[in-house]
């Protein structure tokens, strides 16, 4: 049976911007409800939760830490997320596994860029969320402002649950908004006057209660505790809390908060596909169908592999054999654990609500379904800044391929890839100081050093114009020879296009089944008649055509957005064989591909860029200067503004030194993939000209 029962079960995680004060905030949560009894700083290198060696010499969170504690009759799994936008990936992944996000706000610093990402992101994961206003014991703290950016931003559910009592070195206390005593002396905000406000954004989800108070009579205690919990859950309140982690001033009324306002698994509608795609209800039910997800991945040094998992419906027990969206035999869990940052211990079985960890299963990765059902997949960003590496000494090479894809298992936000035109080993992250940081850990933990060039730029190319042609592939060297040749179309395919429309029998009288590839955007379509290429020899034709895709056309990168329908062909009864129509193929592409407008495409990323106000003209400058386009502007409170632009990838590799110098060190940034779009002629020449430079090179 399991430890604890569902209803007492809630998942938090901690995010919000660097430097917000959320692992602090966690080490003071675990030392004051005696899950942790030893002193804990994040300054200090003693941090409970940034234990990696990169983290206590960065003194900033790099990886997400799930950690627990009881406190009032709840069990809580709080998990720990970095503040920098370079790890967004972990606080994505980690969302997944909980209910509520507590959003944690420097009170000093006021909304900064990941405040607003997360805060966006916690919505689209459909969790309830709270903000913890942290470090109030600051200097110059203008708390009026702070809450007024506040709510501006995030709007006027966001309301006070607690009032400050003083600021900075006279920063006392907090005092409730929602029981408001009689001694109230100090508050910055008169709690009296929030309370209405709280109250009614409570009340408001229950017509009853709502009629009923506005006819004098007061909600009951447990009234306000039930409601509270549907109006977070609905989004109707977003509670704000007061605090100072580092003099532990008003965390046991946050503990406190954390127990009237979190969700408890279930209190929002979970929903999964069975085998026939259908939409069906995940319940919080013990006895239910198995129902869970891995959220993440870590490589232990002494467990090695650990999967951590959030169990959403039945029971998951050590030893059992489970089935796994995606894999045709069960994959037994031979060893469950319960996570304490960097401590595991061996449990027997998790219910609906826990949040354990499992060893040794290879078969899992991060966004594995355990049960008959799937949900749905987490959708982390695309990693778009690249830098080709080689290990400094040779005998690494090997050592090197097998580090890389550990960190890809633990590290959904990094890729890794063979470039098929230099032959080098391209890893692609979120930013510099991501890849950075991944740099160090192959140094730590796998004795690899690393050389690195220029950030590679995933340019992809792509045609603009219809176009037909074909190849013979014929050659004899005595004996049986090689014949096969093969006549094509092309066609240009945009993105979104509906497959299953734009390959009707209208479009292509003898079509047989199309065959699609989501990923490059990529179709070819079979309308030969007659025979006159053997429906055995139609494999080798596709592989010959995805040979090409690789490899590119105009200078070595992928190709992707192009339809490509084989109608016609010739073939002799001795001399065809798959090579030669694969070698057929695969040239047949090549040459109509150059007849077809051949375009290369260049990754556009949107920025979001917070600067103070006095630096907004320099950005909007610079962003004109490296191709981009301004869309838009806004208020990122105080005297910070944040301007979203699409630029070229291209042109912002290296942005973190441009902003810093421009902005004095006071700028920061997120950038994401947007889409791709065609490279300007001048430019696309001059990268054509440098990729035949570098084949003459290589040969």
Same mark, same amino acid.
């Given at each position: ?9 809630? +998942? ?46 960065? &003194? ?27 790890? @967004? ?45 942290? &470090?109030?014991?600051?200097? #110059? ?8 950016? @506040? ?31 009689? %001694? ?23 017509? !009853? ?64 596909? +069975? ?23 870590? @490589?232990?040094?002494?467990?090695? $592999? ?12 050590? %030893? ?42 290879? *078969? ?54 063979? %470039? ?7 890893? +692609? ?36 114009? +219809? ?52 990923? =490059?955007?990529?179709? =070819? ?24 895709? !690789? ?13 490509? !329908? ?15 129509? $694969? ?7 090549? #040459?109509?591909?150059?007849?077809? $407008? ?7 990323? &949107? ?46 590799? #290296? ?29 696309? $020449? ?9 084949? !003459? *090179?290589?040969?």
């Amino acid at each position: 049976m399991a430890k604890y029962q569902v209803d007492d079960i809630r +998942n938090l995680v901690f995010c919000g911007h660097g430097s917000a004060g959320k692992t602090t905030l966690l080490d003071a949560l675990l030392n004051l409800t005696g899950a942790v009894k030893r002193p804990a700083s994040v300054d200090d290198g003693s941090s409970i939760c940034d234990f990696d060696d990169e983290e206590k010499v960065h &003194k900033y969170t790099i990886e997400a830490k799930l950690t627990h504690f009881d406190h009032a009759g709840k069990h809580f799994h709080a998990i720990d997320t970095p503040g920098y936008p370079d790890f @967004i990936g972990q606080t994505i992944g980690a969302m997944r596994g909980a209910d509520t996000a507590a959003i944690v706000i420097n009170a000093q610093a006021g909304i900064e860029v990941n405040t607003r990402r997360v805060f966006a992101e916690a919505g689209k994961a459909g969790l309830g969320r709270m903000i913890v206003i942290n &470090k109030m014991d600051s200097e #110059n703290v203008d708390f009026p402002a702070l809450l007024a950016s @506040i709510r501006d931003l995030f709007g006027k559910a966001c309301v006070l649950l607690n009032v400050p009592i003083g600021r900075g070195g006279d920063f006392k206390g907090v005092v409730s908004s929602l029981k408001v005593p009689d %001694d109230t002396a100090g508050a910055l905000v008169d709690p009296a006057e929030i309370n209405v406000p709280l109250v009614e954004s409570i009340i408001e989800v229950d017509e !009853e209660v709502m009629e009923r108070y506005f006819e004098g009579q007061q909600p009951t205690d447990e009234e306000i505790g039930r409601l509270i919990v549907r109006a977070i859950a609905e989004g109707g309140l977003i509670p704000m809390v007061c605090c100072s982690s580092k003099k532990g001033i008003g965390v046991a009324e946050l503990l406190d908060a954390l127990v009237t306002c979190s969700l408890p698994p279930g209190a929002k509608p979970q929903t999964a596909a +069975n085998a026939e795609g259908q939409e069906v209800e995940v319940k919080a039910d013990p006895a239910g169908p198995l129902v869970a997800q891995v959220f993440k991945t870590r @490589i232990d040094p002494f467990v090695q $592999k650990l999967n951590f998992i959030r169990v959403f419906s039945g029971t998951l027990k050590k %030893d059992m054999t489970v089935p796994v969206v995606g894999i045709r035999r069960g994959v037994k869990v031979s060893q469950l654990f319960e996570i304490q940052a960097a401590d595991t211990e061996p449990i027997d079985e998790a219910g609906p609500g826990a949040i354990v960890a499992v060893a040794k299963s290879e *078969e899992l990765a991060t966004g594995s379904c355990l049960g008959e059902l799937a949900l749905p997949p987490i959708a982390f960003p695309r990693p778009m800044v690249g830098l080709a590496v080689t290990p400094k000494s040779r005998n690494d090479q090997t050592k090197l391929s097998g580090a890389l894809a550990k960190i890809a298992q633990e590290d959904s936000t990094f890729r890794r890839e063979l %470039d098929p035109q230099t032959k080098e080993t391209v890893i +692609n992250g979120m930013s510099e100081l991501h890849l950075q940081i991944l740099r160090e850990r192959l140094k730590r933990r796998e004795k690899v050093e690393v050389d690195t060039k220029e950030p590679k730029i995933p340019y992809r190319e792509t045609i603009q114009t +219809n176009a037909e042609g074909s190849y013979r592939h014929k050659k004899q060297t005595g004996g049986s020879g090689q014949f096969g040749e093969v006549h094509i179309r092309m066609y240009p395919l945009p993105k979104d296009t509906n497959i299953e429309e734009y390959a009707t029998k209208k479009r292509f009288p003898s079509l047989r089944e199309p065959h699609y590839d989501p990923d =490059w955007n990529f179709l =070819w379509l079979d309308s030969v008649v007659g025979g006159t290429i053997p429906s055995n020899f139609m494999p080798a034709v596709e592989k010959g055509f995805r040979d090409r895709l !690789e490899r590119g056309v105009v200078c070595g990168y992928h190709v992707q957005d192009i339809c490509v !329908e084989v109608h016609f062909g010739k073939h002799h009864p001795v001399d065809s064989n798959e090579q030669a129509f $694969k070698t057929a193929a695969s040239m047949a592409f090549r #040459n109509v591909f150059q007849s077809a $407008k051949p375009a290369l495409l260049e990754p556009i990323v &949107k920025l979001e860029v917070t600067v103070p106000g006095a630096n907004v003209g320099d950005i909007s400058s610079d962003m004109s200067g490296r191709r981009g386009r301004v869309l838009g502007m806004g208020s990122a409170g105080g005297d910070m503004q944040t301007i979203t632009a699409e630029v070229p990838l291209a042109e912002v590799t #290296n942005y973190a030194r441009n902003l810093s110098s421009i902005t004095g060190g006071q700028g920061s940034y997120t950038i994401e993939f947007s889409h791709y779009d065609v490279v300007p002629g001048n430019i696309q $020449k001059e990268i054509i000209e440098k990729a035949a430079m570098k084949e !003459e *090179e290589d040969d």
